[in-house]
T-cell receptor, first 114, second 112 residues
Framework: EPEVTQTPSHQVTQMGQEVILRCVPISNHLYFYWYRQILGQKVEFLVSFYNNEISEKSEIFDDQFSVERPDGSNFTLKIRSTKLEDSAMYFC????????????FGQGTRLTVV | GEDVEQSLFLSVREGDSSVINCTYTDSSSTYLYWYKQEPGAGLQLLTYIFSNMDMKQDQRLTVLLNKKDKHLSLRIADTQTGDSAIYFCAESIRAAGNKLTFGGGTRVLVKP
């Protein structure tokens, strides 16, 4: 069964460092998303991406964040200068089209900023 | 804006039915979902319901939607220990690109 894969499963980084979280969406999917879940809090929408550009982003997704689809298969989330409060589980999701009901989620990357 | 709320915790005995409740605020929700998250794992879609439906049944799962009260519930029949997990309610709005707004999750503990 096709699945969304995320790497690494756990990343520890020092405050101020840049991190890149990687996702491989399901191959025929067109819409891609990043969500995050701070420990003990809700899963929050960060950004959606379609046709090689951001289609929507939340207030959380400030200038420190960027997304890219560098090679037609990977979908990356970059945090330029990490802060302690960026520590969270980051989930990637994809769907075939905007009307399709199901977004498939990856297993998540746990980011710990120390 | 969208807001989704759930109770935090539910304890149930194995073999009993579990009912997890969720309320949402945005009346323009298109689809409502239930996701399951096991420890250390990602979000697994269990079931969803379109906003013009009242009920959907899928094996042991029954979803009830009261659109007037903006209330969604998930009933798990014959709850098993493997059903212990966090259950998230989520809504999406077609006009908002179908991004998901999640509730805080209900931790379900199934006791033998």
């Amino acid at each position: 069964e096709p699945e969304v894969t995320q790497t690494p499963s756990h990343q520890v980084t020092q405050m101020g460092q840049e991190v890149i979280l990687r996702c491989v969406p399901i191959s025929n999917h067109l819409y891609f998303y990043w969500y995050r879940q701070i420990l003990g809090q809700k899963v929050e929408f960060l950004v959606s991406f379609y046709n090689n550009e951001i289609s929507e982003k939340s207030e959380i997704f400030d200038d420190q964040f960027s997304v890219e689809r560098p090679d037609g298969s990977n979908f990356t989330l970059k945090i330029r200068s990490t802060k302690l409060e960026d520590s969270a589980m980051y989930f990637c999701a994809s769907r075939t089209d905007s009307m399709n009901t199901e977004a498939f989620f990856g297993q998540g990357t746990r980011l710990t900023v120390v | 804006g969208e807001d989704v709320e759930q109770s935090l915790f539910l304890s149930v005995r194995e073999g009993d039915s579990s009912v997890i409740n969720c309320t949402y605020t945005d009346s323009s929700s298109t689809y409502l979902y239930w996701y399951k998250q096991e420890p250390g794992a990602g979000l697994q879609l269990l079931t969803y319901i379109f906003s013009n439906m009242d009920m959907k049944q899928d094996q042991r799962l029954t979803v009830l939607l009261n659109k007037k009260d903006k209330h969604l519930s998930l009933r798990i029949a014959d709850t098993q220990t493997g059903d212990s997990a966090i259950y998230f309610c989520a809504e999406s709005i077609r006009a908002a690109g179908n991004k998901l707004t999640f509730g805080g999750g209900t931790r379900v503990l199934v006791k033998p």
